[in-house]
């Protein structure tokens, strides 16, 4: 229903930074939300970052503060900047895209990005 790619990941040092950029395209249908998601090893795919076409954002209380998720309506682009990264945020990180005027058919996800933290 949607294509999405996402570039930026890498790794980095425990406490830097770096951020996440997503493109979708190949829709016909109203992206009504975007956001990211990541796969830490142990644990289940969670959605940590999603912002609304109008601009509300919501975070897992694993990121908030650390995390920043901003969006460009006009070009379907979506950016996570991640800062004082921690070891157990290492994962694969996926963007995510919610479809439909409410954001009812979804998450659609991304390939996936690997984030590596090292301590």
């Known amino acids: 229903q949607v294509r999405l790619v996402e570039s930026g990941g890498g790794l980095v040092q425990a406490g830097g930074s770096l951020r996440l950029s997503c493109a979708a395209s190949?829709?016909?249908?109203?992206?009504?939300?975007m956001g990211w998601g990541r796969h830490v090893p142990g644990k289940q795919r969670e959605l940590v970052a999603r912002i609304s076409t109008d601009g509300s954002t919501n975070y897992a209380d694993s990121v908030k503060g650390r995390f920043t998720v901003s969006r460009d309506n006009a070009k379907n682009t979506v950016d996570l900047q991640m800062s004082s990264l921690k070891p157990e945020d290492t994962g694969i990180y996926y963007c995510?895209?919610?479809?439909?005027?409410?954001?009812?058919?979804?998450?659609?996800w991304g390939q996936g990005i690997e984030v590596t933290v090292s301590s």
């Open positions: 995510a895209a919610y479809l439909g005027d409410f954001g009812q058919w979804g998450p659609n």
């Open positions: 190949e829709t016909r249908f109203n992206i009504h939300s």
